[in-house]
């Protein structure tokens, strides 16, 4: 599948409209459901070989949060044939209690995968934990940009964000 086709996949398979609030508590007119792009697996399969071309030699493993994250995480990783970690929104308080799952090691470069990404809070968050764990973030890459500020406070909190598609590319105005 192309570009162009996975755009219009997307489209017509997440694109939603009428009222919503967003997790950052703004209210929009449409909504993206991350979910049920991601759970197709010609779109998830087409994503994962997106991202992969988004890694340089120099990302070591990829990562993503729970919970849009992970289907889009293995999908980068299978595609590029590199390991992945997976991020908890919240310590286990059982087992390991452990925030990260995978292995990752201090000094590793890490790629985040993210899904949409409207104000960059919940990144933001996945990448201290990538950062305490002792690694480094190289990049941050989304599926879609709703060019809404997340790329500004991303970039301004000093990392690279790229995305595969931004709302522009899907047809949605302002």
């Not at 997307?10 to 950052?24: H, K, P, Q, V, Y």
């Not at 590793?108 to 949409?116: A, H, K, L, N, S």
């Not at 764990?133 to 879609?144: E, Q, S």
């Not at 060019?147 to 964000?161: D, H």
């Amino acid at each position: 599948m192309d570009k162009q086709q996975l755009i219009e996949r997307i489209s017509s398979t997440a694109l939603l409209r009428g009222d919503f609030t967003l997790r950052s508590g703004r209210k929009s007119s449409y909504y993206l459901d991350k979910y049920l792009f991601e759970t197709q697996p010609d779109i998830l399969a087409a994503l994962g070989k997106l991202f992969a071309q988004h890694a340089d030699d120099s990302v070591d493993r990829f990562a993503g949060a729970e919970l849009g994250g992970i289907p889009l995480v293995a999908a980068a990783a299978m595609a590029a044939n590199l390991p992945m970690v997976l991020i908890r929104n919240q310590k286990k308080d059982y087992g390991t209690e452990k925030r990260l799952e995978g292995v990752l090691n201090a000094g590793d470069q890490v790629m985040i995968v993210e899904d949409i990404a409207t104000s960059g809070g919940q990144v933001l968050e996945a990448a201290a934990v990538i950062c305490e764990a002792g690694a480094t973030v190289n990049k941050i890459v989304a599926v879609i940009d709703r060019q809404e500020g997340a790329r500004e406070k991303i970039t301004s909190a000093g990392y690279v964000f790229e995305s595969l598609f931004t709302k522009t590319d899907l047809g949605i105005g302002d």
